[in-house]
C-alpha cells in the first residue's frame, strides 16, 4: 500500500472498532425523517459536500507499509440506496442496514440510504464504530440536513486521535505479521465474527417526556439513545 493515500494512524479506540468489527459488522444505523420528498440527485449532492467537509466520511481501513493500523484515503463517494416508498417499513429498512456487513478495501466507511415517500422522506445513515460514535453521527445528519436546506455548513472538525487530543502517548497498532517480521495472509480470518441478527424496534414518546429527555441529554453531553439505553 503506498504510504501517500495513509491519512494517519488509527487510535486505540478506533482500532478496537476495527479490529472487533473485521467483519463489518461493528456498526450502526441513525434515521432521519423530513417533511417534502427529496430527490435522489440531491441528496448525493448534499452527501458529497458534507463528505467533503469532514475528512473521515472519507477513509477506509488499511495498513501502512510499516504494518500500522490507518485510515486510509478513499476516492469513492458515499454510496446512496434508494428504497420504494410502498417496499417496507422504516424500522426493516433500519434493520436491514445493522445486518448488512460495512466493510471494504476502498469505500468510506459510512453508506447512506433514503426512502421518499408522498410528503415525506427518511434518510438513513450507517457508520462504521471506528469513525464515528452516537453523538458524531447525529452531527453528521445535522450536517446533511443543513446541506440539503442550502445553508452554509458550519467548520470541518480537527481530526485527531484520542490521545492527541488528551496528549497521551500511545504506540502504534501493527499487523501481527509486522511484529514477527513475516508476511501476512491476505485473507486473514477476522478477529471477529458475529452470526447474530440484529432487531429493531420503535418507541413513541411523548413531546413533554421527548423534551425533557433531550435537555438532559444536552446537559450530560450525551445521546437520548445513551438515555434510554443505559
Given at each position: ?209 421527548l423534551a425533557k ?12 439513545n445513551s438515555m434510554?439505553?443505559?
Open positions: 500500500m503506498s504510504t501517500s493515500r495513509t491519512l494517519r494512524t488509527l487510535g486505540a479506540l478506533e482500532h478496537l472498532f476495527a479490529a472487533y468489527g473485521e467483519d463489518g459488522t461493528m456498526k450502526f444505523t441513525i434515521a432521519a425523517r423530513v417533511s417534502g420528498t427529496l430527490s435522489e440527485t440531491a441528496v448525493v449532492a448534499a452527501l458529497a459536500k458534507v463528505q467533503e467537509r469532514h475528512v473521515l466520511l472519507g477513509v477506509s481501513l488499511g495498513w501502512s507499509e510499516d504494518g500500522s493500523h490507518c485510515f486510509v484515503v478513499s476516492e469513492r463517494p458515499i454510496s446512496l440506496t434508494a428504497i420504494a416508498a410502498s417496499a417496507t417499513t422504516w424500522e426493516r429498512i433500519a434493520e436491514s442496514e445493522m445486518n448488512r456487513p460495512l466493510v471494504s478495501a476502498d469505500a468510506p466507511l459510512v453508506r447512506a440510504a433514503m426512502v421518499a415517500g408522498s410528503g415525506s422522506t427518511t434518510l438513513f445513515l450507517t457508520f462504521n464504530h471506528a469513525i464515528a460514535d452516537g453523538m458524531a453521527a447525529v452531527f453528521v445528519m445535522r450536517q446533511l440536513l443543513t446541506a440539503l436546506s442550502g445553508a452554509e455548513l458550519s467548520a470541518p472538525a480537527t481530526d485527531a486521535r484520542l490521545e492527541d487530543r488528551i496528549g497521551l502517548e500511545v504506540p502504534p497498532f501493527l499487523r501481527k505479521s509486522a511484529v514477527s517480521g513475516g508476511t501476512a495472509a491476505p485473507d486473514a480470518v477476522p478477529l471477529h465474527s458475529s452470526t447474530l441478527r440484529t432487531t429493531v424496534d420503535s418507541l413513541e414518546i411523548a413531546a413533554d417526556r429527555l433531550r435537555q438532559t441529554a444536552k446537559s450530560r453531553d450525551t445521546t437520548i434510554i439505553t443505559a
